[in-house]
């Protein structure tokens, strides 16, 4: 069982060492992107550590009834939630640029949230469980990613169209309307109540216990 | 007390859960189901379901990132 | 000894994973100062390796430009961020796929997954995360579609599969 454990850790060090030169040469570049590349390596492994999967957290509550990732998910909006805010004012404040993901609203935001959760649990993965999946190993991913640049590629072009046909109406950003302190209320108050739902739904679909 | 096997072996999430969650229908108390998976997140939603479902279950790696699950089952 | 192991070998809880996530989600919004996402690039890489095998003519984009987005590093850092993992617990190896039937799957599901994600503006990352994160409406919208699309796809799953 020793050997096992331990069997692969020239490997380890090779690599992290191939790391770390990457980053010193990165910061020779763009000190921003050298922390990005970092944080970005930090993400993918707490992403395979911690086995998250945000394709499993969507579908296993209807197709096997757990709910622990479905809840992971929740904490995770509801972190993400309130940094975001924070980090938001902030940039208000001390006059810094920021660009946040309030993107046009529209039928298109429902379709494609729909092919994208067929394709992703065909796929055996979202987006990133592809990524971390590739680097797990395996084959299937890799062909997923195959896909994924043929579905943008075709999508980077083909959706301004489409997106014409149906019409498409400005992102509404919460703030905007109610202001910071209340939006992010609203929106945790939500995610609370989607966790109760998930808690109900696990002991609907286990029994007590 | 039967053992039985399925094959699950390069497959993705969920289907081997799905699979085992059928193959258990079939058997009786006290059977044990073997698996073997190399993929870490079908060993872990396994592991996970079948805990969260009172079911006897023991993982282990038998070699580099290839589990091998044992699965007793304790009720209907 | 065990415990120390198991942190740095066996499986997260998942609310330790999401904690961990969150907290560098958000320090990749703060280096970024734009939230994390992940399709937008693949996009542009896209376009990019269309226009070199000679599948479309796109004249816009180059390697000089890819290799200074930070979206190149994004993706690629969780990559090797991954087989870094996998290495650190011992665990590399090359999984094949079981036969072609899987292969056919990913590929379609990639193709869809690449086409919704472009065709909603973000991906389960940046629409869905992010989306939410940053408070706005279109990242609920996307989660409920998300939803059911994954039901729908789970049903796909189980006709092909089973």
């Known amino acids: 069982m020793k050997e096992i454990t331990s069997s692969q850790w020239k490997l380890n060090l090779g690599f992290s060492l191939f790391m770390l030169l990457l980053i010193v040469l990165l910061m020779q570049v763009s000190i921003q992107l050298a922390l990005i590349f970092a944080l970005s390596l930090a993400l993918g492994f707490t992403l395979q550590r911690s086995r998250f999967c945000t394709a ?24 993400s939630i309130m940094g975001f805010a924070v980090v938001a004012n902030g940039a208000e404040i001390l006059k810094i640029p920021l660009k946040l993901n309030v993107f046009p609203l529209g039928i298109h935001t429902i379709i494609g949230g729909i092919l994208f959760g067929i394709g992703m649990v065909l796929a055996g993965g979202c987006v990133s469980g592809v990524l971390t999946r590739i680097g797990e190993g395996f084959a299937m991913q890799m062909f997923a990613l195959l896909g994924l640049l043929f ?27 109610f202001g910071w302190l209340p939006s992010v209320a609203i929106q945790l108050l939500i995610l609370l109540i989607l966790w109760e739902v998930t808690r109900w739904w696990h002991k609907k679909q286990n029994g007590v216990g | 007390m039967a053992i039985y096997q399925i094959d699950i072996w390069g497959e993705m999430c969920p289907i081997p859960l799905i699979k085992t969650h059928r193959q258990l229908k079939k058997m009786s108390c006290g059977d044990i189901l073997v698996l073997e998976t190399e993929h870490s ?14 079911h006897e279950i023991d993982e282990k790696e038998v070699s580099n990132g290839i589990w091998r699950l044992e699965l007793t089952k304790r009720h209907d | 000894m065990k415990r120390g192991l198991e942190i740095f070998k066996g499986p997260w809880a998942y609310w330790v994973g999401a904690v961990i996530l969150a907290i560098l989600n958000i320090l990749v919004l703060i280096v970024r100062q734009e939230p994390w996402g992940i399709t937008n690039n693949i996009e542009l890489w896209a376009k990019w390796l269309g226009s070199i095998v000679g599948l479309i003519n796109s004249q816009d984009i180059t390697l000089n430009q890819l290799m200074l987005f930070s979206g190149t590093y994004l993706n690629l850092g969780v990559i090797l961020g991954a087989f870094w993992a996998t290495l650190a617990a011992s665990q590399a190896r090359f999984r094949p796929s079981k036969n072609i039937k899987f292969v056919l799957s990913a590929l379609a599901g990639g193709f869809l997954m690449g086409y919704g994600a472009r065709l909603a503006y973000g991906c389960s990352i940046g629409l869905a995360l992010n989306g939410i994160a940053s408070s706005s409406l279109t990242g609920w ?17 189980i006709r092909i599969f089973l």
């Open chain 2, 41 to 54: 997140c079908t060993s872990r939603a396994i592991v996970l379901w079948a805990k969260e479902n009172g």
């Open chain 3, 141 to 157: 919208l996307f989660i409920i579609a998300l939803f059911i699309g994954s039901w729908l796809g789970s049903k796909i799953l």
């Open chain 1, 56 to 79: 499993s957290a969507f579908r296993d509550p209807i197709l096997v009834g757990t709910t622990k990732l479905t809840q992971a998910f929740i904490l995770l909006l509801a972190i």
């Open chain 1, 151 to 177: 579905g943008t590629a075709f999508g980077g072009y083909s959706s301004p169209y489409i997106r014409s046909i149906f019409g498409e109406f400005s992102g509404v950003f919460l703030p905007d309307i």
